[in-house]
């Protein structure tokens, strides 16, 4: 069982549904259930959940003796849901440039307490969120996990770290005066020594991973958005002083040169892939690379690029060159047979809009049932946690949401949650 496993595991998460106590066994009749490890959808099911964990998962309609009964017959349930790539303590808007300098932590905490619960209530049990300020992420997953604060499980990589003026460097776009001279403690790093500095400092604040920016962006302001901008030595330190401290490696990555560099390093997962290309899909397939493909923010920073004035004007053509290619290197990244968990960007996009998500990733070529796999068994695969969940499987987590219709069919209705339980807690009836 994995570190983050345990510390979920270890927290006392209150039991309480709009004041009562939830009963010790519950008994969910759904009207089908997607069996995600299979690939299959199956017809009515009862699923038993005693205390946090599935207890049963048997065909049929019969209720054990002095259960709790969730009537979910006109529903498909699902594991719950999680999205691979979020960030939970903004919301992108035409003020967000000027917002860094009005938000402080206290401030973003707030926020990320509306953005998790908006997540929980979409059917998301279950986020990575890449890339905060000041602990933020860190707080907000303990705060969840004891039961202080409502949203979904969050494995946080805490700040991401990056280069001097790279993407994630928090003082790009200052004036001369309030820039300073960032390091390692803010994510930012020149050499061997910093990055794997960086990288304890991340460990040492309580970070489940690390997340760096292996080119440059598309929201940053700065000009280039596809160059590498770590050295190879810079890479291997940072992927090595993580798996020591037993913590993966997600890399932010549009342009091509930056993606290779980081796969031979060894990171776990890219995230975004733009401007892959043949050989680095052949790189990610040989090195069990994951891609998390974040469709719904090329999407968004692509038809924002659009209204004039919402971005800078020196983020505004990478937006809108870059954002309309995601899809289609996704579609080949898929047929190609590259491993892909489900991501979204949301804190680009709104939270609470994932399931979104899923009629782009169709759209792009994959079919439902595998994008609904990428969302809850390949997601927890990625995160190390398939042992507990990301299936409707006895013995694991009772992570489960019910949504109308059957979405194998019409992926969509992944957007109309209607039932949410995380941790065998009902959290939306």
């Not at 993966?248 to 993606?259: L, P, Q, S, W």
């Not at 990171?267 to 994951?290: P, Q, R």
């Amino acid at each position: 069982m994995s570190k983050s496993i345990r510390r979920v595991a270890g927290a006392t998460l209150a039991m309480l549904v709009c004041g009562a106590a939830q009963a010790e066994l519950t008994a969910l009749r759904c009207g089908a259930v997607i069996d995600v490890e299979e690939g299959r959808l199956q017809g009515p099911h009862v699923i038993v959940v005693e205390g946090r964990e599935i207890q049963s998962v048997v065909r049929g309609t019969g209720i054990p003796d002095g259960a709790d009964v969730v009537e979910l017959d006109d529903a498909t349930c699902l594991p719950g849901l999680m999205d691979m790539h979020t960030h939970l303590t903004n919301e992108f808007s035409r003020t967000s440039y000027l917002d860094r300098f009005r938000d402080d932590a206290p401030t973003l905490a707030f926020k990320a307490t509306v953005h998790a619960r908006r997540t929980l209530d979409a059917g998301f049990t279950t986020v990575r969120d890449l890339g905060d300020a000041d602990g933020v992420t860190v707080a907000l997953r303990n705060a969840i996990d004891r039961g202080m604060v409502v949203g979904p499980r969050v494995f946080t990589s805490g700040k991401s770290i990056a280069t001097t003026g790279g993407h994630a460097d928090p003082t790009n776009g200052m004036r001369m005066d309030l820039r300073g001279e960032p390091g390692p403690m803010d994510g930012v790093v020149d050499g061997v020594a910093e990055a794997r500095k960086a990288v304890r400092q991340r460990y040492k604040e309580g970070s489940n991973l690390i997340k760096i920016t292996a080119t440059g962006g598309v929201l940053s302001p700065a000009k280039n958005s596809q160059n590498p901008q770590f050295f190879d030595d810079e890479l291997e330190a940072i992927v090595a002083t993580a798996r020591d401290y037993g913590l993966r490696v997600a890399a932010h990555a549009h342009g091509a040169e930056g993606m290779k560099r980081a796969i031979r390093a060894g990171v776990s997962s890219i995230e975004h892939g733009t401007l892959m290309d043949d050989e680095t899909i052949e790189l990610m397939k040989a090195n069990g690379t994951v891609l998390v493909p974040t469709l719904m923010a090329g999407e968004w920073v692509a038809r924002m690029a659009e209204q004039p004035g919402f971005f800078p004007e020196v983020v505004r053509p990478k937006a809108a060159a870059l954002g309309p290619l995601m899809a289609g290197t996704f579609g080949r990244a898929y047929e190609a047979g590259v491993k892909i968990a489900f991501g979204t960007d949301s804190g680009v996009s709104a939270h609470g809009d994932n399931a979104q998500e899923f009629k782009l990733m169709v759209d792009a070529g994959m079919p439902p049932m595998v994008a609904i796999q990428a969302a809850t068994i390949r997601a927890a695969e990625l995160i190390e946690v398939e042992d507990q969940l990301g299936s409707i499987t006895p013995g694991k987590l009772a992570d489960i949401v019910a949504v109308p219709g059957n979405p194998v069919e019409d992926v969509t209705v992944l957007e109309q949650v209607s039932f949410v339980m995380k941790d065998g807690s009902i959290h939306r009836r």
